[in-house]
């Protein structure tokens, strides 16, 4: 067995897998400036640290007695300024104390006058009695909220700095619908299709940046973590994020455990929904264009040459196990009187039944030499037909652990002719999308480097005249090409 780490030309000529520069994401200065004024903030903030002004609603007896100008807030006791003729004393209780920013009720609870001056500018101080109140949707200058703490007491004893960021990013991800709004405003209620991408394009332009950043530095913040903080952070990311910043429908993770990230693609589905906003299409067209999932549309560029040595031959049988939207090779052409046999592997039967009918349309052979198959999630159906000269699979390791990554990768090299080629693929760590991923979606990725793939190959010790694991093009994919 001759096998190879890392990166080393084929003698065959065929493509190498060459390892390009990993995707780096610089967080904006502006970014950094805004977590370090969330570390140091104090639990109170003055009317001058607002993004605009903040009032209130006294409510007494039922009835509004007055609204006030707010000169400092805290979570337990809140600074107004009051006009003279407001009825107000010491020990005064109000049923409802209204806190509103921008005509938009931002906390409420009840509280008593705890200390009132006397005067034509009266200042007063009421104390909420209810408990602390959640500060959390008030905005502030430096475009954070207040420190909410966290979704519970857990999540509040984690880093102030990496709650911080997740307040952060938070931030960035609204700024996109209201930068939306506002953009689309004076060109009335309907764009034409491609007026809204020339719009999604120019926002993504500077969006990316920030927001890509944000991820970044927060996989960094995150990656210290111990399993139980892991467990906690992941529920304090998705009570922040989900259905508060992320706009849209965001499909669960398989109900059998095992992701194939040919599905990441399709995690938001909002922008194929009737009626969904254009937020929503928005963060569509965003993910589409975040570094993982451009990893993973890209395939069928790179691996189209990967097939020409197939076409020298008479006849030659292809399995693909987990195929991708485009089903790759079913590009393949009858070149020189060719017979090509096709058989796809496919474990949800929803995507089978919905991507079947493409795939025999892309097909150029004879209807009877391609196959759609199922397969189950973790392996591979009882199987007793003739080798095949290519098995492909670069969708499919991600999607299992350690254990049932060794046991798919034996069996398929069992299912190979002589001199036969095995291609399957890792993903790689990539922060932004890996944080996301991770903590926000709850799509758990089994991520592999070059070094870990091409290790768990070695331990195998599988008959071989020659393989090799590298990177693909993009640098974020770990690819193992082994020849029996």
Same mark, same amino acid.
């Given at each position: 067995?001759?096998?190879?780490?890392?990166?080393?030309?084929?003698?065959?000529?065929?493509?190498?897998?060459?390892?390009?520069?990993?995707?780096?994401?610089?967080?904006?200065?502006?970014?950094?400036?805004?977590?370090?004024?969330?570390?140091?903030?104090?639990?109170?903030?003055?009317?001058?640290?607002?993004?605009?002004?903040?009032?209130?609603?006294?409510?007494?007896?039922?009835?509004?007695?007055?609204?006030?100008?707010?000169?400092?807030?805290?979570?337990?006791?809140?600074?107004?300024?009051?006009?003279?003729?407001?009825?107000?004393?010491?020990?005064?209780?109000?049923?409802?104390?209204?806190?509103?920013?921008?005509?938009?009720?931002?906390?409420?609870?009840?509280?008593?006058?705890?200390?009132?001056?006397?005067?034509?500018?009266?200042?007063?101080?009421?104390?909420?009695?209810?408990?602390?109140?959640?500060?959390?949707?008030?905005?502030?200058?430096?475009?954070?909220?207040?420190?909410?703490?966290?979704?519970?007491?857990?999540?509040?004893?984690?880093?102030?700095?990496?709650?911080?960021?997740?307040?952060?990013?938070?931030?960035?991800?609204?700024?996109?619908?209201?930068?939306?709004?506002?953009?689309?405003?004076?060109?009335?209620?309907?764009?034409?299709?491609?007026?809204?991408?020339?719009?999604?394009?120019?926002?993504?332009?500077?969006?990316?940046?920030?927001?890509?950043?944000?991820?970044?530095?927060?996989?960094?913040?995150?990656?210290?973590?111990? $399993? !139980?903080? *892991?467990?906690?952070?992941?529920?304090?990311? #998705?009570?922040?994020?989900? =259905? @508060?910043?992320?706009?849209? &429908? +965001?499909?669960?993770?398989?109900?059998?455990?095992?992701?194939?990230?040919?599905?990441?693609?399709?995690?938001?589905?909002?922008?194929?929904?009737?009626?969904?906003?254009?937020?929503?299409?928005?963060?569509?067209?965003?993910?589409?264009?975040?570094?993982?999932?451009?990893?993973?549309?890209?395939?069928?560029?790179?691996?189209?040459?990967?097939?020409?040595?197939?076409?020298?031959?008479?006849?030659?049988?292809?399995?693909?196990?987990?195929?991708?939207?485009?089903?790759?090779?079913?590009?393949?052409?009858?070149?020189?009187?060719?017979?090509?046999?096709?058989?796809?592997?496919?474990?949800? $039967? !929803?995507? *089978?039944?919905?991507?079947?009918?493409?795939? #025999?349309?892309?097909?150029? =052979? @004879?209807?009877?030499?391609? &196959? +759609?198959?199922?397969?189950?999630?973790?392996?591979?159906?009882?199987?007793?037909?003739?080798?095949?000269?290519?098995?492909?699979?670069?969708?499919?390791?991600?999607?299992?652990?350690?254990?049932?990554?060794?046991?798919?990768?034996?069996?398929?090299?069992?299912?190979?002719?002589?001199?036969?080629?095995?291609?399957?693929?890792?993903?790689?760590?990539?922060?932004?999308?890996?944080?996301?991923?991770?903590?926000?979606?709850?799509?758990?990725?089994?991520?592999?480097?070059?070094?870990?793939?091409?290790?768990?190959?070695?331990?195998?010790?599988?008959?071989?005249?020659?393989?090799?694991?590298?990177?693909?093009?993009?640098?974020?994919?770990?690819?193992?090409?082994?020849?029996?």
């Amino acid at each position: 067995m001759v096998g190879s780490v890392g990166t080393e030309n084929r003698e065959d000529g065929a493509p190498t897998l060459q390892p390009r520069n990993r995707t780096h994401h610089r967080t904006d200065v502006g970014l950094a400036v805004a977590t370090l004024a969330f570390r140091q903030r104090p639990s109170g903030v003055g009317s001058e640290e607002l993004a605009s002004p903040l009032e209130c609603t006294l409510i007494y007896d039922g009835e509004i007695v007055a609204r006030c100008a707010v000169l400092d807030v805290a979570a337990q006791v809140l600074g107004i300024l009051v006009a003279p003729e407001v009825p107000m004393w010491k020990g005064m209780r109000f049923d409802q104390v209204r806190l509103e920013q921008r005509h938009r009720t931002v906390a409420e609870g009840t509280a008593t006058v705890g200390e009132i001056e006397a005067g034509a500018e009266r200042r007063a101080e009421l104390h909420f009695t209810g408990g602390e109140l959640d500060l959390s949707a008030l905005r502030l200058r430096d475009g954070a909220s207040l420190d909410p703490g966290g979704s519970n007491p857990a999540a509040a004893a984690l880093p102030t700095d990496w709650r911080a960021a997740v307040a952060e990013l938070g931030q960035i991800l609204r700024w996109s619908s209201e930068y939306l709004d506002v953009t689309t405003r004076s060109m009335g209620g309907s764009l034409t299709p491609s007026q809204e991408q020339e719009v999604f394009g120019g926002l993504f332009s500077q969006w990316a940046p920030r927001c890509l950043g944000s991820l970044a530095r927060l996989h960094d913040l995150s990656s210290g973590f111990e $399993p !139980e903080q *892991r467990e906690v952070a992941a529920e304090h990311a #998705r009570s922040q994020l989900l =259905g @508060k910043a992320i706009p849209g &429908h +965001v499909a669960p993770a398989p109900a059998h455990g095992v992701v194939d990230d040919y599905a990441l693609p399709y995690l938001f589905k909002a922008a194929a929904r009737e009626g969904a906003s254009r937020p929503e299409r928005f963060f569509r067209h965003a993910w589409a264009h975040f570094p993982l999932v451009r990893t993973i549309l890209a395939r069928p560029r790179w691996l189209a040459d990967l097939w020409g040595e197939l076409r020298g031959r008479p006849r030659a049988r292809v399995l693909v196990v987990q195929p991708g939207y485009a089903a790759e090779l079913s590009e393949v052409q009858m070149v020189g009187g060719a017979q090509f046999e096709l058989t796809l592997l496919e474990a949800d $039967p !929803e995507l *089978r039944s919905i991507n079947e009918p493409q795939w #025999r349309g892309r097909w150029s =052979g @004879k209807s009877d030499t391609l &196959h +759609v198959e199922s397969r189950p999630p973790t392996g591979l159906p009882l199987w007793d037909e003739k080798p095949y000269d290519l098995i492909y699979g670069v969708g499919v390791l991600g999607g299992l652990d350690d254990a049932r990554a060794r046991a798919l990768i034996k069996e398929l090299h069992r299912w190979l002719a002589p001199k036969g080629r095995l291609m399957l693929g890792n993903l790689q760590v990539e922060p932004a999308s890996t944080w996301l991923l991770d903590y926000v979606l709850g799509w758990r990725v089994h991520y592999r480097e070059v070094q870990a793939l091409g290790g768990m190959v070695e331990e195998l010790g599988l008959p071989a005249s020659s393989w090799q694991v590298g990177a693909d093009p993009s640098g974020r994919a770990s690819v193992l090409d082994l020849v029996r």
